[in-house]
């Protein structure tokens, strides 16, 4: 063998053996270092409290007038001027009956004649496919508000568009044709009466039988009284056909515990979320605050904000926002107090151990929210803070 050889492998097998011992020490030392560390995080924590309540608003039930077959012609949340048309009342259900149909054919041929007169290609396939999708869930928006007249209208054109997708944009002129033929076979029918809106203002489909109930009747609840009034079944009135929601302000009714209403300050402003209606944290005025009455007050709240999305809710919990805390997630395992009483905790700087003192602004169960106020804080969020704090000081080598 040559010694050169014999060099080269004397070498290999040292290194080799060098990382082996490298290996074996870093994993002994992971499994025996009694100081671990975890990722400091960004964190905002929303301190308040929950409420049951019903939103009051000022409502006018329109009614059918009696009349069976009625066409309504507006739109959930669509705005309707006093003495503006609400709906259509035709001769007979038959009559009605062919009214939708006609509607729906038009709605059908509109559509056809618009892909015909484009071209059939593969942008407006794509843009079907659009619409398509556009469809269903604006037909899911429409079945959770319960607006019948939106539904049929979405139905329609969801259907016309599924329909010419089907086709793959082919024998368009024959479908038109068609479609054409079944709809002059219909004819016109005129509506022989109309109903008018007595009143100015936002209509909804959406009937509860709380319609009746004002801001007036609730501004001097009582605890008592709001509790019997939540707990109400209701129906809405025989022949209505919606409502119409006027007036900028509206009100939400809500009984809350005692010691949450004393947080409350009235004529001031209160946080609110109102859940999947609404995500965003919106104010709201703090109206009255009742007396207590079994350890519950009746609290109203107010606002101008105008939100169409919640026309159709009533009975509804919210969370009212007290305080908000924003800063860094520290575990309260790594937390310190000095002997001065001052708060501080320990990052990893390199293979040393580094004292930073911290402000608290929020406890939880098992983690602090300490303040940070950018590049100048002394803790960050992307810190390693070191969770084991025994016999650990500013120096200390934990790695």
Known sequence: MKKTDFITRLAIALIFAAFVCYFAFSVIHSLTNPFKSVLAVNMTV???????????????????????????????????SAGGVIAGVYGSEAALAKVRQAEALDTKIRN??????????????????????????????????RSLSS???ISTNLQANIMIKNSGGGNLQAQLSSLRQQRAALGNAVSTNKIIAPASGLFSASLDG????????????TAEGL???????????????????????????????AEDAGRLVRGEKASMVFGRY?????????????????????????????????????MQTVQIICREYSGVRVPKAAMCLNSEGKSSVYTLSGVYAEQKFVKIL?????????????????????DQVITTTKDLYNGKMVK
Not at 231 to 248: I, N
Not at 285 to 306: K, M, T, W
């Open 46 to 80: 929303q301190e308040g409290f929950k409420a049951t309540g019903m939103v009051v608003r000022n409502e006018t039930v329109v009614g059918s007038g009696g009349f069976a077959a009625v066409e309504v012609t507006v739109s959930e949340g669509e705005k309707v």
């Open 112 to 145: 056809l004649e618009s892909v015909a007169n484009s071209g059939a290609d593969t942008a407006n396939m794509k843009v079907l496919d659009e619409n398509i999708r556009e469809n269903i869930f604006k037909l899911a928006i429409a079945t959770q508000k």
């Open 151 to 153: 539904v049929s209208g």
């Open 210 to 221: 709380f319609e009746s109930v004002t801001a007036d009747s609730i501004k001097s609840i």
């Open 227 to 257: 509790k019997a009034l939540l707990a109400e079944k209701r129906s809405p009135e025989q022949g209505a056909l919606g409502k119409l929601v006027s007036g900028a302000r509206w009100y939400y009714a809500a009984l809350i515990k």
């Open 278 to 314: 609404l995500g965003s944290v919106i104010e709201m005025d703090v109206e009255s605050i009742g007396n207590a009455q079994d350890g519950q007050c009746a609290v109203i709240f107010s606002s101008n904000l105008n939100i169409d999305s919640m026309l159709s809710v009533r």
């Open 362 to 382: 929020y406890e939880a169960e098992d983690y602090y929210i300490v303040e940070s106020t950018g590049a100048s804080s002394p803790l960050r969020a992307g």
